[in-house]
């Protein structure tokens, strides 16, 4: 069994009480399966601020790159007072991982769990049946412009005699839209063959754009269906009837949005995980950074009760994309599952007639009926 090597930044807030948890899953099944397992613990965001004077250090970068995979907890921020002035801000963290490494298709699962239809603020009746991934954008569109001034690219407040003017832009090369349609359209040959493609077309060039290259890259799927839907529109379905969803793909900012919006048909954004693939192959898959897609929860910070959950699926996701290990992922997801219906909750999707636990709790029963399969 070869050996594999996972950098873990557990960043800021609740992140490094679900990465322990994480962590400890990836453990158990290195033991069960007789992986050998190297992993490294880096800072990143406010940690690394005040550890090391920037929200990523180049050594970490460098150690990441060294890596089959990076599994990330989650970033915290600056005080809005301190936010407009302040040089370095822990997003960069992120921003840096995902534009250094090209990690441009983010997955971002959302499959409620039958015994968790009545958490959910929607009635179970929508809920029912939904099984869809977003494949969201993650290296391009507004987000960027942060990192440097790139020229033609602004983002930024500025003086003007009028008072103060801010910019941000929107910009997609047809390259970067065509490799994250891509990823859609394979995943959907995987699953149920349907792809959604979101945009704001009767508005933005970067959409009309977009429409432009997802018609193109159909071609290249006879067995794959696609729709074109406007991001409102997409917005009112999610709640309306997700289960029509089987792939979503949406640039970088609508990704963002729909995802928290989409999280509440699990009952809590504390469920779900994400993939960030670029193009780099491991030994036995694709190098990618593993994250819930919640942030760090300072409210709840060092109190033992965020859920792991969306950390611990994560893992399982590493193990399938980066490591391979398929069937590994597979016991992680079922391990999940089986502590879920056997009626354990961390409080965020605590029911009547559930038990409630922590964060360390609920990772020590993960990790137990994973020993038990
Ligand atoms: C996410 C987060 C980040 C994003 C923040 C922390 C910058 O919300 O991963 O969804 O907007 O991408
Ligand atoms: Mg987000």
């Known amino acids: 069994m070869g050996n594999h090597a996972i950098t873990v930044l557990p960043g800021d807030g609740v992140g490094p009480e679900v990465t322990e948890q994480a962590v400890e899953v990836l453990l158990t099944v290195a033991d069960l399966y007789e992986h050998d397992l190297t992993i490294h613990h880096r800072l990143a ?13 180049d050594a970490t970068l460098e ?7 990076i599994l990330f907890g989650a970033i915290g921020s600056l005080p809005a007072h301190e936010r407009q002035h302040a040089s370095v801000k822990p997003e960069q963290a992120l921003f840096r991982l995902r534009k250094s490494f090209q990690f441009f298709a983010n997955l971002r699962p959302i499959r409620p769990s039958r ?33 440097e001034s790139i020229p033609g690219k602004p983002s930024e407040i500025r003086r003007t005699e009028r008072g103060e003017e801010a910019v941000d832009t929107l910009l997609y090369t047809e390259q970067e839209i065509e490799r994250v349609v891509r990823a ?60 029509r969803f089987d792939v979503i793909v949406t640039e970088n900012l609508f990704g963002d949005i729909l995802t928290d919006e989409a999280s509440m048909l699990t009952g809590s954004i504390g469920m779900i ?16 950074l593993y994250e819930p897609i919640h942030g760090s929860a300072p409210d709840i910070e060092g109190q033992d009760k965020a859920n792991p959950i969306a950390a611990i699926l994560s893992a399982a996701l590493l193990l399938r994309h980066s490591l391979g290990l398929q069937q590994e992922a597979l016991a992680v997801e079922a391990a999940v599952e089986e502590v879920i219906q056997d009626g354990y909750r961390t409080v965020d999707i605590k029911e009547e007639g559930t038990k409630v636990i922590g964060t360390r709790e609920m990772g020590k029963r993960i990790a137990a009926a994973l020993r038990r399969t």
């Open 273 to 288: 995980p994400s993939a960030s693939l670029g193009v780099r192959r491991t030994r036995s898959g694709t190098f990618g």
């Open 184 to 243: 859609a359209f394979d995943i959907a040959v995987a699953r149920r063959g349907v792809v959604t493609s979101v945009d704001k077309a009767n508005v933005l060039s970067s959409s009309i754009l977009w429409r432009r290259v997802v018609e193109r890259v159909a071609v290249d799927y006879p067995a794959v269906t696609y729709e074109h839907l406007l991001v409102d529109a997409c917005a009112m379905y999610l709640l309306r009837e997700p289960s």
């Open 45 to 57: 965001g406010l940690a690394a601020i005040a550890g090391e004077g920037v929200a990523i250090s």
């Open 63 to 69: 150690l990441c790159e060294q890596s089959d995979a």
């Open 115 to 147: 015994s968790l239809y009545h958490a959910s603020p929607l009635k179970p009746r929508y809920v029912e049946g939904t099984d869809l991934m977003f494949v969201r954008e993650l290296s391009a569109g507004l987000y960027y412009g942060h990192l």
